[in-house]
């Protein structure tokens, strides 16, 4: 199965400053996705990433605030930019493993992101 | 777009007792449900899933029965052991491709 590294797996920052977080996965994979989870709560998408395109953001969620990246099939970064200390969360990249075969989506390790 | 109902969202069972958790889904067209189990500080793990062409599938002390035609899907785990104790997330997804959304997640707590 799939192996998802992600990076880093915490982090303290400054409001006012941006993060980037970053998603390599061991096989290629046509979408990526990307998530949020505050504390005590569930995953909310944020955007599907499809490379060799621009991501699709769900609503409340903009381009502005959480860019993301899709260099290739195997990596994609998201980006919190300009954060405040309601951006405190996990962040958790996904894929499926293997599309049309039943096999699964995983997640990666996650990102516990921090804002003072 | 999809909307995903979890409920309860906290069950306190004794062990060795059953536990079930339902979850409704607002678009027909989802044809994919995944169950996730998240320990404290981990990521979600795939404990079972059902594709919309089946009605119940079982792994061991797990089970997921679907009826699709009232969009609601449940897990049933049995004899329960306090080693699930866990939070656990329904899902769904409208094709092969596209990203799962999340039910708001049950808080199961088993006291041996």
């Known amino acids: 199965s799939a192996v998802i590294s992600q990076k880093p797996s915490r982090d303290i920052c400054q409001r006012g400053t941006s993060l980037t977080i970053q998603c390599q996965v061991d096989s290629q994979v046509t979408m990526m996705f990307w998530y949020r989870q505050q504390p005590g709560q569930s995953l909310t998408l944020i955007a599907t990433?499809?490379?060799?395109?621009?991501?699709?953001?769900e609503s409340g969620f903009v381009i502005d605030k959480f860019p993301i990246s899709r260099p290739n099939l195997t990596f994609s970064t998201l980006t919190v930019s300009n954060m405040s200390p309601e951006d405190s969360s996990i962040y958790l990249c996904?894929?499926?493993?293997?599309?049309?075969?039943?096999?699964?989506?995983?997640f990666g390790s996650g990102t516990r992101l921090t804002v003072v | 777009g999809e909307n995903v109902e979890q409920h309860p969202s906290t069950l306190s069972v004794q062990e060795g007792d059953s536990a079930v958790i339902k979850c409704t889904y607002s678009d027909s067209a989802s044809n994919y449900f995944p169950w996730y189990k998240q320990e404290l500080g981990k990521r979600p793990q795939l404990i079972i899933d059902?594709?919309?062409?089946?009605g119940e599938k079982k792994d061991q002390r797990i089970a997921v029965t679907l009826n699709k035609t009232a969009k609601h899907f449940s897990l049933h785990i049995t004899e329960t052991q306090p080693e699930d104790s866990a939070v656990y997330f329904c899902a769904a997804s409208i094709q092969a491709g596209t990203a799962l959304i999340f039910g708001k997640g049950t808080t199961l707590s088993v006291s041996s």
């Open positions: 996904s894929v499926e493993l293997v599309a049309l075969t039943g096999a699964g989506y995983t």
């Open positions: 059902i594709r919309s062409n089946v």
């Open positions: 990433a499809n490379q060799g395109s621009e991501a699709t953001y």
